[in-house]
């Protein structure tokens, strides 16, 4: 089946990340304010083509249906699924739109796949990668490999497409893991990762064959590159949301010193006051050119009635500007079951995407400033 994936060149990349273990995978994944592990056999995972005519996702539910990757027109709605994609996560669209890497989960290790619009063929590169992110040219992959479980070691690796050779590889510093979030450093070709252990860690960065901590705080709950490549954003979460909801940082890659970013401490749709707002920021999405970001928040739930009663869940997730104005709420849960969500900005910021798991497998479509919301595909279990 013939796909046509082509889009303008970007200069941001940027990658969610999970732990795959089996083909049903196995994921730890933030649900209210614990690690929960969640049995996936639908869909994890969504990403915009470069021109924002096209989302992928990973998609399929029910025991006779393998999950795969599907690529949707926005315009007409129409499936197509790729090839060789099956057990498939974190899927990300090439700069130039023209190829499609993901994770595969199979039964002797996760691989790193990556599908090519114009032969519309699939192969893999690499083993046993964690999370990965594209160059800026599209020309090469990083990705971080790990191997063992008890002592688990990771390696960050850069791969050349042209010559399907490893360019490079560095090991991370024992104790060091590559989790959720990592972004392509184009001055140096080197990589910026999230070492955490939950939702929250220290960034760190691989360039000219070593390994350098940029934070020490631990709280680091989301991170992106300047689309000129000359410095890194960040989100720190506050101990107490209620009274500050975050804070913001910028960090300059040249001259290696962190300032820290006007943000109010109280946003009146979020937290206006020191009985309302929500019990811990999860995670920060941030847009392609640094306008906006989505928050995922998660809130106090009433206690369960009897001890047999099923824990209640309250998130939800919000869009607002750089500088906290026009916030608005873009999902909203209250769930005894395991709901997920995730967000992904178009390449040119301007849209979002949300796919939700739950009672059913939906994709949703809004513009960024949380209008023009739309369910443009829903699957029920």
């Known amino acids: 089946m013939m796909v046509t994936l082509t889009g303008q060149h970007g200069s941001r990349t940027h990658s969610g990340g999970a732990t795959v273990k089996t083909k049903t995978r196995s994921i730890a994944l933030i649900v209210g304010c614990v690690l929960v592990p969640f049995t996936l056999v639908g869909c994890w995972g969504i990403a915009w083509s470069p021109d924002g005519t096209h989302l992928v996702f990973t998609w399929g539910y029910g025991i006779d249906e393998q999950p795969a990757l599907a690529v949707m027109d926005v315009a007409t709605r129409s499936l197509q699924t790729l090839p060789d994609s099956d057990s498939p996560a974190m899927p990300q669209w ?61 390696t960050c690796v850069r791969y050349d497409l042209d010559s399907g050779k490893i360019a490079q590889r560095i090991p991370l510093p024992k104790g060091v893991i590559s989790d959720i979030f990592l972004c392509w450093l184009p001055k140096t070709d080197g990589v910026a990762f999230l070492s955490a252990k939950g939702n929250s860690g220290d960034i760190y960065i691989a360039e000219f064959g070593k390994v350098r901590k940029v934070t020490n705080t631990g709280d680091i709950v989301g991170f992106t590159t300047s689309q000129d490549g000359n410095f890194l954003v960040w989100a720190r979460k506050s101990r107490n949301p209620k009274n500050i909801l975050l804070f913001l940082y910028r960090y300059d890659l040249d001259l290696r010193n962190v300032q820290r970013i006007p943000f109010p401490n109280r946003i009146p749709q979020v937290n206006p006051d020191q009985r309302h707002g929500p019990k811990n920021v999860e995670w920060v999405f941030f847009s392609p050119n640094l306008q906006k970001m989505i928050l995922y928040l998660d809130h106090d739930v009433p206690p369960a009635k009897n001890k047999n009663e099923p824990h209640m869940v309250h998130g939800s997730m919000v869009v607002m500007r750089f500088d906290g104005t026009g916030a608005k709420t873009i999902a909203d849960w209250q769930t005894h079951s395991n709901d997920i969500y995730w967000p992904a900005f178009s390449w040119d910021s301007k849209r979002i995407a949300i796919q939700h798991i739950g009672s059913s497998c939906q994709i949703i479509t809004l513009n960024a400033d949380g209008s023009n919301k739309k369910v443009v595909l829903n699957k029920g279990k």
């Open 94 to 154: 090439s700069p130039k739109g023209d190829r499609i890497a993901f994770i595969s989960s199979q039964s002797s290790g996760d691989e790193l796949r990556i599908f090519d619009a114009p032969s519309t063929r699939t192969r893999t590169i690499a083993k046993f990668p964690v999370g990965f992110v594209w160059s800026s040219d599209g020309r090469q992959i990083a990705y971080v490999e790990k191997r063992g479980e008890q002592e688990a070691r990771y």
